[in-house]
């Protein structure tokens, strides 16, 4: 308890000065949450191709190996980075901290951050985000907050992802935005697909709202 206490305590301070460093520059980091195969990579690359025109947008890819993710959002024409984690099951705010130095994003960007797939680990690491948004799937059990409350308790905004599976698969909306608001009342719900578009104007006009 110690040891993670003072591993806590030094990732806060680093995420501090993360925060400060792109809130002198305007830059506005969205942490992206999820377990495996929610559906972040589609969401996120769709979104930097919509969003291209309006704002600068960069991003910072989490994996524990490869460069494929990075790769997919490179061919958009958007600034990425990797970071590969290894055994590591998150981000932190010292790979943030490296992350940003190989990126330096433009003044008044938008950094979107996928974290590794994981429910877990990714919410006790502050990294000096503005945000965080946890996403989940239609192919997931209607469940997830209750089994992964620090997880949906942390979270600025869930997305429902895959909308489009719904005739297909037994998932229950309405349930699992009561099973949220039982861990975080006040978070906002966003039911959205990126295969058909459902859903993501109301996600882009979230995301316009992070300054």
Not at 45 to 50: F, G, H
Not at 74 to 98: I, K, W
Not at 117 to 131: H, K, Q, T, W, Y
Request: one cysteine or more; proline letters at 4%.
């Amino acid at each position: 308890m110690t040891i993670e206490q003072k591993v806590l305590a030094k990732n806060d301070l680093l995420a501090e000065r993360n925060r400060t460093w792109m809130s002198d520059r305007g830059v506005v980091a969205v942490n992206l949450m999820s377990s495996p195969g929610a559906g972040k990579t589609t969401l996120l690359e769709r979104a930097v191709t919509d969003l291209g025109g309006r704002r600068p947008v960069a991003v910072v890819e989490g994996d524990q190996e490869t460069r494929l993710d990075a790769d997919r959002i490179r061919r958009t024409g958007c600034a990425v980075v990797q970071v590969n984690t290894g055994a590591g099951c998150h981000l932190d705010a010292e790979m943030m901290r490296d992350a940003l130095t190989a990126l330096s994003p433009a003044e008044g960007s938008l950094l979107m951050v996928e974290n590794v797939g994981n429910l877990v680990c990714p919410a006790l690491f502050d990294l000096g985000e503005r945000s965080k948004v946890v996403i989940i799937s239609v192919t997931e059990g209607t469940d997830k907050p209750l089994k992964y409350p620090y997880m949906f308790a942390a979270a600025d905004l869930i997305l429902i992802n895959k909308s489009d599976l719904l005739p297909h698969v037994d998932f229950d909306v309405e349930q699992c935005e009561r099973h949220a608001r039982s861990v975080n009342p006040d978070v906002r719900v966003l039911t959205v697909s990126a295969t058909t578009g459902e859903g993501l104007a109301h996600w882009y006009d979230w995301l316009a709202e992070q300054r």
